[in-house]
């Protein structure tokens, strides 16, 4: 059996691994970019502040390179995964200080300058969209697996 004796050039490695102008950091970061574009087309928009919050970052490790892409906002968690019987406690959304829930809807008819109020001992919840799940799906060139 023939020995074979493989020396690697450890600053080179990591300069095509961790260097911030390396490929390995720039290829992660040109899928993340396009990820976060196609987010911002698939996520739902009310006025916007959720869309415009949508980013990225890059960690770079010693053993990898990590791209984290979301949005800091609180509802847009709730937008992906869904609410109420929809979400992941699965049951209807009840009021817990009060009788009633009260919220303002988008349309419908009210006095001018003002939203239509609704009251309701309950509520099913919304759908969750999956919007970052499928924007990483649609830019990956990689097959993506949901846990």
Same mark, same amino acid.
């Given at each position: 059996?023939?020995?074979?004796?493989?020396?690697?050039?450890?600053?080179?490695?990591?300069?095509?691994?961790?260097? +911030? *102008?390396?490929?390995?950091?720039?290829?992660?970061?040109?899928?993340?970019?396009?990820?976060?574009?196609?987010?911002?087309?698939?996520?739902?928009?009310?006025?916007?502040?959720?869309?415009? *919050?949508?980013?990225?970052?890059?960690?770079?490790?010693?053993?990898?390179?990590?791209?984290? !892409?979301?949005?800091?906002?609180?509802?847009?968690?709730?937008?992906?995964?869904?609410?109420?019987?929809?979400?992941?406690?699965?049951?209807? !959304?009840?009021?817990?200080?009060?009788?009633?829930?009260?919220?303002?809807?988008?349309?419908?008819? #009210?006095?001018?300058?003002?939203?239509?109020?609704?009251?309701?001992?309950?509520?099913?919840?919304?759908?969750?969209?999956?919007?970052?799940?499928?924007?990483?799906? #649609?830019? *990956?060139?990689?097959?993506? +697996?949901?846990?």
């Amino acid at each position: 059996m023939a020995r074979v004796r493989v020396t690697i050039n450890q600053a080179e490695y990591r300069r095509l691994t961790q260097a +911030r *102008s390396g490929p390995v950091v720039r290829h992660a970061d040109r899928i993340s970019r396009r990820t976060v574009n196609q987010a911002k087309r698939n996520a739902r928009v009310d006025e916007g502040q959720g869309r415009a *919050s949508i980013h990225h970052t890059i960690d770079i490790h010693a053993t990898r390179v990590i791209s984290r !892409i979301g949005s800091p906002l609180t509802y847009m968690y709730w937008q992906h995964e869904g609410t109420g019987m929809f979400g992941p406690k699965r049951r209807r !959304i009840t009021p817990v200080r009060a009788k009633f829930l009260r919220f303002e809807v988008k349309s419908g008819k #009210a006095a001018k300058g003002s939203r239509p109020v609704v009251f309701a001992k309950s509520v099913a919840g919304v759908k969750g969209d999956k919007w970052l799940v499928r924007a990483f799906k #649609a830019v *990956s060139p990689y097959p993506v +697996r949901e846990r």
